[in-house]
């Protein structure tokens, strides 16, 4: 399955709040700027870029060193996650993290709301290489709406006669002043499992600061997060009530260095706090049953 032409997208929905582009040749994108806020995403992986509610600093972290190429993953944005979290249980030949991220999704509804936020609706499209992966008929959904939060609402239908066991996530980076003096509140006495202990399980003492590489799955936790960032005079709030899990990333400077596409500096300004089910939080679907994981980003000024 291609990715469209900006000129076709360009026939089929005409918004006074979104135009279409291509951040580089042959991939397209789709730019919201509306009263309340603005965004930019791209087709592949109906992959959200950029966000800024109006008048404030950019929400969303996107490296200057992406890499915007069919068929790999952008770095940074809120990459989706999906029909798995990490390694392929039992096929390590399976992309990390699932193959949503990476197949063209179709654009399916672009409308504007009431309160002046834009809303638009992708569905993932299946092909001969997705279904190689992934063989259960399970249609995916991603509602995004671009207003004074940015809100992201993953829904997942199985339309076959099993039960499918399910990982997703919301793998969004997030714009910080500095990883130094950043807290994220909110996992306190959660447990986790430590990828970077060997998968050790541990439990949160106090809220999340960072002062080299950090890989955590957080389970069993549905609670607010919250970014706390004085050089910002913000935080960040991260609302997620059906994703019993958060992944907490920071890849510090020697892996940020082995990536290439994080920027020199990159990971001094970024965190990733990741909404998901993942590991033991992943969710079994009974066959004609549809499960949907909403997030929604907002802002307060510290
Ligand atoms: C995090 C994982 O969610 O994503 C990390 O916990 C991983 O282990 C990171 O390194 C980035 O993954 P990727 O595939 O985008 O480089």
């Known amino acids: 399955m291609a990715l469209p032409s900006v000129a076709s997208l360009r026939q089929q929905f005409a918004l006074d709040s979104i135009s279409f582009y291509e951040p580089a040749p042959d991939f397209p ?3 919201v700027e509306n009263r309340l806020g603005r965004a930019e995403i791209a087709i592949q992986g109906a992959q959200v870029m950029t966000y800024r509610p109006a008048g404030q600093e950019p929400v969303i972290w996107l490296s200057t060193d992406a890499k915007f ?18 390694p392929h249980d039992e096929d390590a030949a399976k992309p990390g993290h699932g193959y949503a991220r990476t197949v ?8 504007e709301l009431d ?13 001969d290489a997705t279904r190689a992966m992934w063989p259960q008929a399970t249609p995916v959904e991603l509602q995004i709406t671009v207003g004074e939060s940015l809100r992201l609402e993953l829904t997942t239908k199985n339309m076959g006669s099993e039960p499918v ?7 969004t980076y997030f714009v910080i002043s500095d990883i130094a003096k950043i807290a994220v509140q909110g996992l306190e006495g959660a447990s986790f ?34 970014i706390h960032d004085p050089g910002l005079k ?20 020697e892996k940020a260095d082995q990536m290439g596409d994080l920027g020199e500096t990159g990971y001094q300004g970024m965190i990733c706090v990741e909404s ?17 994981m909403m997030v929604k980003y907002s802002v307060e000024a510290l």
């Open 69 to 86: 190429k069919p068929g790999k993953s952008i770095r940074g944005g809120v990459p989706v996650c999906w029909p798995w979290f990490g």
């Open 115 to 127: 309160n002046g936020a834009t809303q638009l609706t992708f569905t993932l499209e299946e092909s």
């Open 276 to 292: 998901g089910n993942a590991l033991d939080n992943r969710v079994t679907l009974p066959a004609g049953k549809s499960h949907a």
């Open 165 to 171: 066991v399910l990982g997703e996530a919301l793998h």
């Open 29 to 31: 994108a789709v730019r």
């Open 193 to 226: 499992y430590d990828k970077v202990d060997g998968m050790a399980r541990k439990v949160q003492k106090g809220p999340v600061t960072v002062g080299a590489e950090v890989d955590r799955v957080y389970v069993d936790t549905n609670a607010d997060c919250w």
């Open 234 to 253: 913000r935080r960040i709030r991260v609302h997620a009530p059906a994703a019993n899990s958060t992944i907490v990333w920071n890849p510090w400077q």
């Open 104 to 111: 063209p999704w179709g654009l399916r509804q672009a409308v």
